[in-house]
Structure formats: structure tokens, C-alpha cells
């Protein structure tokens, strides 16, 4: 029972692992490494953010604060130099899920002025009440992961098998394929949650694609083939290329732009992301009362948030030749979600093409991830209006 200051450092250092390497970091070596890396991780960062936003059903902006804090909070806690923490798209469709379940369209009707019987959704009130649901599930979230890693569970890492982790992503991105048709084709079809939501949703857009948005299909085709044409010319030509061509920013950038001068919002009806706050939200508390309606949910989210973070934290520390502690990762994750919660954020993991972004650029260390958070808050505190105009589409 006696307190050394070997004990003492010991403890600092597994709790806060950043201290392990930041007194010996190779400014040298390492830094532009990491600078490059870092802001090739922060373009790719915008756009997914903001698209994996509307896949948890809450507006746009929030997706900008979900990569800003948890990302910086793992740069001190976690123990993988190379994952790049933030939104994900498996745990924003079960977000997602959870919001729409929890606070429908038809919890805020707006009555017809004119006596009839149709009424219209006040989007407001519901965007409002859908944040507040995403908020309270990572709050729980963030409990449930900091329990399990005070309990030194980590070891469930070693039960993830590859084939279990394979199929578990293969299903994913099919479910979020199905999930972005609707704002390929710009129709307006209702979100389902639960059992068979995947194959509701797209009955829901095979029945409605006679209301298809000609202008929205062609931007979303010409902005894959561009993504597609990008990945191939970056495979063909890695290995003359110093950083990866930024596809992405590049669509990015050019949709904005096209919406904006050609009024495609206005003039053709294609869904924008709209109004960017601008600056970061002050604390608030979660509202309690969700928490037993959402518990289970939470379980499940923190499980799924953890599996994908280890499972790509221990394919990383393998190739690199470093450990990674699966204990500390539990409680980082934990730190990340519950910490950031009370800033209005949802919960988060780790990106598996962010993260083969930050690795395959050169990045060596978490102050790759540091770089890319800062530049996320850039665009909330300052440039964030030059994204309004972006259909969501892209």
C-alpha cells in the first residue's frame, strides 16, 4: 500500500499513454509524417461527418462536432498510434435506428391550416428531441464502455475472430448501401428501425422511384464514378504518388460549388446539407429519463464501437511492430463518448477507411489524429457556411 513515484508514473502512464512516447517523439523523423498524414485524415473527416450524420438522423453540423472532440480526447488516452477515432457508419446506422424509434415524425405533427386532415412534420422540435436521444444513448454508451474496461475486459478482444469481423463489415456496408439510395435518387421515403429494416427500406424506394430527382441521380452517379475513377488511379500510381489524390475533399469542394452557382437546391429541388451553426455548443446534460428506454441499445452500440476499434487497433499494432492494450482502449473509447456527450456529440469508433487513410499516408503517431480534429474545428468555428450548399447526395 505504499505510493512510490515509480508507482506513481507507472499509473500516469497506463492511464494517459501519450506520455509513454510524446517526451521521445522524433520531430525529425516523424513530424511531417504525421502533418501530412493528419491532414489527409481531416478532408476525408468533413465529408464522412457530415454524411454519417444523416445516417444517425440528426442534422448535419452535429456529425462536425462527433470528429472534433472525441478525436482529440483519444489522441491522450488511447494506445494505437494509427486508428483514427470519429464517426462511423456501422454505429451511425445504429444510432439512427435508435433516434427514429424513439422520436418518429408522427411525435410532431403540425397540423393543416386549412381543416383537413393532412398535417406536416415540425422538423424543428424533432431534430431537437433526435439529438437529445442520440446524445442520452452515448452517454450511456460511454458508462457501459468505462464499466467494462474498470473491469479489465478488454480480453474479449482475442473472441474476435477474422470471419466474425469480415462478415460483420460486409453486412454493415450493405446496410448502409441500402440505407443511401434514397438520397441517390431524392426520394422522400419514410426511415424504418428494428428487424428487416434493411429490406422495408428498400421496398419503400423500389415503390417510390417514379418521384426520382433527375438533377440529384446525376450528381450522385457523377460523383461516383469520379470516387471510383480516384481509387483506381491511386492504386495504379501509390507507389510514384507521395499522399493518395483526396478524392473525396475534391467532390467535395466541386459539389459545393456546382450547387451553389447553378442553384440546384432552389431550382431543382436537390436536398442540401442547409445551415452549418457556426462556432461549438456549450455543455449540457443528457436527459435522464431516455436512459432506461435506450439501455439496451446502449450495450449493443458500446460492444459494436469496441469490437471495430480493437479489432483494426490490433491489425495496425501487428503490422507495426508496437501492443496495444485492449483495457485502455475500453476506457478510451469510454472517455471519448461520455466526455464528449455533454457537447452534443454521438457516439463514435474507429473509421476503417479513415484509418487505412491516416496508416497508408506515413502517419506514425496519434498526432496525426490531434491535426485532423484541429481541422475539423476549423470549419465549425470559421468556414463551416462554404459547406451549406452541399446536396447530400455527394
Known sequence: MQCTSQRARGVAVRLLPILSWLPSYPIRSFLF???????????????????????????????????????????????SRHISVGTF??????????????????????????????STVDLGARDAQRVQVAVALTTLVGLIQLLLGALRLGFVAIYLTEPLVRGFTTAAAIQVCVSQLKYLFGVRTPRYSGVLATVYTL????????????????????????????????????????????????????????????????????DVVGVIPK???????????????????????????????????????????????GNQELLALGLCNFVSSFFQTFAISCSMSRSLV???????????????????LLVIVAIGFLFEALPQVS
Not at 481531416?42 to 453540423?61: I, K, N
Not at 507507389?239 to 473525396?248: Q, V
Open 89 to 118: 457508419a456501422v454505429m451511425s446506422l445504429m444510432i439512427g435506428g435508435v433516434v427514429v424509434r424513439e422520436a418518429p415524425d408522427s411525435m410532431f405533427p403540425i397540423p393543416a391550416a386549412n381543416g383537413s386532415n393532412v
Open 203 to 270: 421496398v419503400a424506394v423500389v415503390q417510390d422511384l417514379g418521384s426520382t430527382n433527375v438533377a440529384t441521380v446525376t450528381m450522385g452517379v457523377a460523383c461516383i464514378m469520379f470516387l471510383y475513377g480516384m481509387k483506381q488511379l491511386n492504386e495504379r500510381c501509390k507507389a510514384r504518388l507521395p499522399l493518395p489524390l483526396p478524392g473525396e475533399i475534391i467532390v467535395v469542394i466541386v459539389a459545393t460549388a456546382t450547387s451553389y452557382g447553378m442553384g440546384l437546391a432552389e431550382r431543382y429541388q436537390v
Open 358 to 376: 491516416q496508416e497508408s499516408t506515413g502517419g506514425k503517431t496519434q498526432i496525426a489524429g490531434l491535426l485532423a480534429s484541429l481541422l475539423v
Open 279 to 325: 462556432g461549438l455548443l456549450p455543455p449540457a446534460l443528457p436527459q435522464f429519463h431516455l436512459f432506461p428506454r435506450i439501455a439496451t441499445d446502449a450495450f449493443a452500440v458500446a460492444i459494436v464501437g469496441f469490437s471495430m476499434a480493437i479489432s483494426m487497433a490490433k491489425t495496425f499494432a501487428l503490422k507495426h511492430g508496437y501492443r496495444v492494450d
Open 33 to 79: 509524417y504525421d502533418v501530412m498524414s493528419g491532414l489527409s485524415t481531416g478532408v476525408v473527416q468533413l465529408p464522412q461527418g457530415l454524411a454519417y450524420a444523416m445516417l444517425a438522423a440528426v442534422p448535419a453540423v452535429y456529425g462536425l462536432y462527433s470528429s472534433f472532440y472525441p478525436v482529440l480526447l483519444y489522441t491522450f488516452f488511447g494506445t
